[in-house]
């Protein structure tokens, strides 16, 4: 069990808004930054998810959450958010735009419909929450920061998730661009990839059926495991604190070394048995003569 990382009250006074707050990775970095006393904003569509999980973190924590349905995708829903989170407390520091959607399918067996719903919730989506409460902070001269969940295919690409891909490349592309046009304002941005992090709303999306044995991600992991929510919400935490205050423009990978396993041309060398190099090795020597 992985403890945290940050020391008690590292986010004291802090005022955090979690898109997707309620499930997965969402929930467990807002578990986290309220454990830290942050007060928290969580919003997604689904109105009980969000309060069972906000009463959930306040009993372990004792520390507020606020609970907003909002659909990113509506402007005015993400409007009314920033106000019933400003409304609640007074002022928002960190805006962290976690919420997504994604499901596997080969692309040309997707409707345009489908291909623009995923790019409405990830790009645009983040965008309107960006584009909403970053006015607002210029407005009042407030410090702040955005923290962007992305995926490492953003930056490789990917088959079989493409309109994801694409929001997601775009939402790193948008990470970097605001990094430097709003750090004038004292408004950082910074993304986090992550590599593969068990919850409910990825597997059954990604993974489902017998596909959770037949493409095991531990096996594309130079770790051998999967992620422990934890472990992203230490980084998260670090990221969006004081800390973390000379960071922007960034993107950290948190995948146990995944992606670049896959990159590195030579690294499907692993599947040779050790006993093997010997004649490996004798076969170049012999060659070199
Ligand atoms: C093909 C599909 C489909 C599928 C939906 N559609 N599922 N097409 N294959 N499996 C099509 C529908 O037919 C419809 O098009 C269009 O997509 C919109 O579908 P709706 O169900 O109406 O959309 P909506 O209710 O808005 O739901 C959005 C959703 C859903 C993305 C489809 O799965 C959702 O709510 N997801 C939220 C949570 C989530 O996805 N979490 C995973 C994040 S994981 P037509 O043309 O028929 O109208 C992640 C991990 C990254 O990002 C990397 C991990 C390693
Ligand atoms: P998840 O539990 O399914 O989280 C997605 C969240 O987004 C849900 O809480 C969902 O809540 C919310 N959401 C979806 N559409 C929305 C909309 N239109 N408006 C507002 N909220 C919406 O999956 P997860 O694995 O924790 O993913 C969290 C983040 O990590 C995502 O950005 C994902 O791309 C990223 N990520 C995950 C992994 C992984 O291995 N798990 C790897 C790389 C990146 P509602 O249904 O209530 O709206």
Redesign the pocket.
């Known amino acids: 069990m992985i403890g945290g990382a940050l020391r008690d009250n590292a986010l004291a006074g802090k005022t955090i808004v979690v898109?997707?707050?309620?499930?997965?990775?969402?929930?467990a970095m807002s578990t986290y930054l309220s454990l830290l006393g942050a007060n928290i904003v969580i919003?997604?569509?689904?109105i009980d998810?969000?309060e069972a999980a906000a009463v959930e973190i306040e009993n372990h924590t004792g520390n507020p959450v606020l609970a907003i349905a909002?659909?990113?995708?509506n402007m005015e829903e993400v409007e009314s958010l920033y106000e019933a989170a400003i409304s609640r407390f007074g002022k928002i520091d960190v805006l962290i735009n976690?919420?997504?959607?994604?499901f596997i399918s080969p692309t040309e067996r997707l409707s345009a419909h489908a291909f623009s719903t995923i790019i409405?919730?990830?790009l645009k989506?983040t965008a309107n929450c960006t584009l909403a409460f970053g006015k607002r902070w210029i407005e009042n001269k407030q410090v702040a920061n955005v923290l962007n969940?992305?995926?490492?295919y953003a930056f490789t690409g990917s088959g079989y998730v493409v309109p994801?891909a694409v929001a997601?490349g775009g939402v790193l592309t948008m990470t970097r661009s605001l990094a430097v046009e709003w750090g004038k304002y004292g408004i950082r941005h910074n993304a986090i990839?992550?590599?593969?992090?068990?919850?409910?709303?990825?597997w059954d999306r990604l993974l489902p059926g017998d596909l959770q044995e037949k493409f095991d991600f531990k096996n594309r992991v130079p770790l051998k495991r999967v992620?422990d929510h934890q472990e992203l919400a230490n980084l998260v935490a670090f990221l969006v604190s004081d800390y973390a205050g000379y960071i922007n423009g960034e993107v950290i990978t948190i995948d146990g070394g995944e992606w670049l396993q896959g990159a590195g041309q030579m690294n499907g060398l692993e599947a040779i048995e050790p006993e093997r190099w010997d004649v490996i090795e004798q076969m170049i020597r012999n060659n070199n003569k």
């Open positions: 898109t997707g707050g309620g499930t997965g990775l969402g929930k919003a997604s569509r689904k998810v969000l909002c659909d990113i995708r976690n919420a997504a959607g994604n409405d919730i990830v989506g969940i992305v995926t490492t994801s997601k990839a992550p590599g593969p992090f068990p919850t409910k709303g990825a992620g």
